[in-house]
């Protein structure tokens, strides 16, 4: 039953079609924007989850799943589990600024997570899956800072924001099976029963214009 939800679910947001797949145009591991694209870097816990948050929204072309921020330069899933490379799951997303704004992307990436957990999303805790908002600019900075005060005024958690705020370095692709992971494994337990509803949840509330 939980592989029939699945299926269903992804279907109606175009995720297995082939005809979205085309209109992405994705490449796994792909780390180059097109001429009319910008690229913004975030980490919320599971790279699954985030790809998924992220393509869902219209100007967005892709969400490539990696490592960021941490000090090893030959980053595995392997090691970054182990939590010894400083590195979080990350999702690089390329989109075009003419139809989607930073300002909403950094929106999406505050409401798609609990950004007040330290180390940890959910059930998955650790280093890996802390939450960390890459800065190229300091325009960009400043909007991430600016959404972090607005949500603190309005009092949206009860705790603080534990967000890290750091200036892009680097980004390593992870492996090809991480990458359209909810596409090419609908009836995983963890998809379904965790990437999946965190997603609907993150939409029912999210105002935005999807695919």
């Given at each position: 039953?939980?592989?029939?939800?699945?299926?269903?679910?992804?279907?109606?947001?175009?995720?297995?079609?082939?005809?979205?797949?085309?209109?992405?145009?994705?490449?796994?591991?792909?780390?180059?924007?097109?001429?009319?694209?910008?690229?913004?870097?975030?980490?919320?816990?599971?790279?699954?989850?985030?790809?998924?948050?992220?393509?869902?929204?219209?100007?967005?072309?892709?969400?490539?799943?990696?490592?960021?921020?941490?000090?090893?330069?030959?980053?595995?899933?392997?090691?970054?589990?182990?939590?010894?490379?400083?590195?979080?799951?990350?999702?690089?997303?390329?989109?075009?600024?003419?139809?989607?704004?930073?300002?909403?992307?950094?929106?999406?990436?505050?409401?798609?997570?609990?950004?007040?957990?330290?180390?940890?999303?959910?059930?998955?805790?650790?280093?890996?899956?802390?939450?960390?908002?890459?800065?190229?600019?300091?325009?960009?900075?400043?909007?991430?800072?600016?959404?972090?005060?607005r949500l603190t005024s309005l009092k949206v958690y009860k705790n603080n924001i534990v967000t890290e705020v750091v200036p892009f370095k680097k980004f390593y692709p992870a492996e090809d099976y991480?990458?359209?992971?909810?596409?090419?494994?609908?009836?995983?337990?963890?998809?379904?029963?965790?990437?999946?509803?965190?997603?609907?949840s993150f939409k029912k509330k999210f105002k935005a214009n999807y695919k």
């Amino acid at each position: 039953m939980k592989l029939i939800f699945a299926i269903l679910f992804l279907l109606s947001i175009g995720l297995i079609s082939s005809a979205q797949s085309s209109k992405l145009n994705f490449v796994p591991g792909s780390t180059k924007p097109l001429p009319n694209e910008a690229v913004a870097t975030f980490a919320e816990g599971c790279f699954w989850h985030a790809e998924i948050v992220f393509q869902s929204l219209d100007g967005v072309r892709d969400a490539v799943s990696g490592y960021a921020g941490g000090t090893d330069i030959n980053p595995t899933y392997e090691k970054v589990a182990g939590g010894n490379t400083g590195h979080a799951e990350t999702v690089q997303v390329y989109y075009d600024p003419s139809r989607i704004s930073y300002e909403t992307l950094v929106k999406a990436f505050f409401a798609s997570q609990d950004p007040t957990t330290l180390n940890r999303q959910g059930n998955d805790a650790g280093t890996e899956y802390r939450s960390m908002a890459f800065y190229r600019n300091e325009t960009e900075k400043q909007v991430i800072e600016s959404e972090i005060k607005r949500l603190t005024s309005l009092k949206v958690y009860k705790n603080n924001i534990v967000t890290e705020v750091v200036p892009f370095k680097k980004f390593y692709p992870a492996e090809d099976y991480h990458q359209e992971y909810i596409h090419n494994n609908p009836g995983n337990p963890y998809v379904a029963n965790v990437s999946i509803p965190e997603f609907l949840s993150f939409k029912k509330k999210f105002k935005a214009n999807y695919k």
